[in-house]
């Protein structure tokens, strides 16, 4: 970890009032040096509101300079299946939720019109929505490493406080801060993956399905959550 990563990890802790962080100095002698011990990422009992809590008026990030509304997540705190997006685009910046624009709509029309095709009673509310980074990224572009990290830290403990049978992870973005791999979706695509032992299967996001020419892509989308579906409530 470079001084300037372990610097912005420490700042992150401390704004989450978790404190402090140093071991006390090594008595004079000892052999042990005095390092950072950080707590858990994911404190004993964690909870969805107090996660929100944490997070407050958060300015942890640029990101922040830009939004209207944090988009923390949607659903069920007791889902068993868990989809990540990217971040918010400007309709969930304006509403506060994950998902309710074009590519939202498509999403929850995926979720439903699967799960009903496959005999599974299930809603867009029984999953839980959500993203890798809270506030809208300018003009809809990718997150920054250092965005991701710093946001990620609270991706990571709504799902250990979920804890799902299984992960959906939506497009690039999302495979990378759960997997930390170096294919491309198109490789990773389909197939079940792990973050701290849970199951995480990767698709395709639905923005990219929504041009036209990936009907292709619609279909492979259609059967990665087909195999999730069946694997979360067979
Ligand atoms: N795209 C995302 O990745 N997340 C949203 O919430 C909406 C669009």
């Known amino acids: 970890m ?7 990890y420490l ?32 404190p004993a009992g964690d909870t ?13 990030c640029r990101l922040h300079e830009g939004r209207h509304k944090i988009v923390f997540g949607d659903g069920s705190e007791r889902a068993r299946l868990v989809f990540v997006g990217e ?38 509310s029984d999953v839980y929505i959500c993203n890798v980074v809270k506030c809208r990224p300018p003009e809809n572009r990718a997150p920054e490493p250092d965005e991701m990290e710093i946001c990620g830290q609270f991706l990571f403990r709504q799902l250990a406080a979920i804890r799902p049978k299984a992960i959906c992870a939506l ?4 495979a990378k801060a759960l997997l930390a791999r170096k294919e491309g979706v198109t490789r990773m695509r389909g197939n079940w993956f792990k973050w701290n032992d849970i199951p995480v299967m990767v698709t395709y996001h639905p923005s990219y399905l929504l041009r036209a020419y990936n009907q292709n892509a619609k279909r492979e989308a259609w059967e990665d959550l087909k195999k999730t579906l069946h694997y979360v409530y067979d």
């Not at 009032?17 to 858990?40: D, K, V």
């Not at 969805?48 to 942890?60: E, F, H, T, V, Y």
Request: negative net charge; charged residues 25%.
């Open 2 to 8: 470079s001084p300037e990563q372990l610097r912005q």
């Open 11 to 42: 700042e992150f802790y401390r704004d989450l009032g978790i404190g402090p962080l140093y071991r006390q100095p090594a008595p004079q002698g000892a052999e042990e040096p005095a390092t950072a011990e950080l707590p858990g990422l994911a």
């Open 48 to 60: 969805l509101p107090a996660i929100l809590q944490d997070i407050g008026d958060c300015k942890r």
């Open 87 to 124: 971040g918010p685009g400007a309709d969930e910046d304006a509403q506060g939720l994950p998902f309710v624009g074009r590519a939202g709509q498509l999403l929850t029309q995926m979720i439903e019109g699967t799960a009903k095709k496959e005999g599974i009673p299930l809603q867009r």
């Open 171 to 174: 497009g690039a973005t999302a």
